[in-house]
């Protein structure tokens, strides 16, 4: 149990880091491209809208924990964790008017964009992941022949 407790908050806190990390470098991207106005209108309720990417992170952070679990599948385990994720982001959105909601077409493209986002960042963290584990492999090969 004492494992399972700190594997969670190791998921937690790395969602929290992800969430406060994109906070930042949103608004500075929005800074240098729309001016010091719109920083102004995120820090009327900045701590609503930190928060709120704070939850987002955490709802994209957490669940991969299920890529620990035996079962399901990888497909329907990256299914969980995009829709978990991305449920939580798209009611946070909402919640905090990130999104306009006046258009389907709008909301339809910002779905586009978070499905693009998450295949991108999905795979950038399975290369990795998978370039790490092919350095341990040939460490332990090493170890093991001498």
Do not use: D
Request: proline content about 3%; some cysteine; hydrophobic content about 50%.
């Amino acid at each position: 149990m004492k494992h399972s407790v700190r594997t969670i908050m190791k998921y937690l806190l790395r969602g929290i880091l992800w969430g406060c990390t994109f906070f930042v470098l949103f608004c500075l991207f929005a800074y240098f491209l729309l001016g010091k106005e719109f920083l102004l209108s995120i820090m009327e309720a900045y701590p609503k809208h930190a928060v709120g990417t704070m939850l987002v992170g955490i709802g994209y952070g957490t669940t991969p924990i299920v890529y620990g679990w035996e079962r399901p599948s990888l497909f329907a385990k990256v299914g969980i964790h995009f829709f978990v994720g991305t449920g939580i982001f798209f009611a946070v959105a909402h919640r905090l008017a990130w999104i306009p909601l006046q258009s389907n077409r709008y909301l339809l493209w910002e779905f586009l964009i978070a499905c693009v986002s998450f295949a991108v960042m999905w795979c950038i963290f399975y290369l990795f992941s998978r370039k790490e584990a092919g350095t341990i492999n040939e460490r332990l090969k090493e170890l093991s022949k001498g």
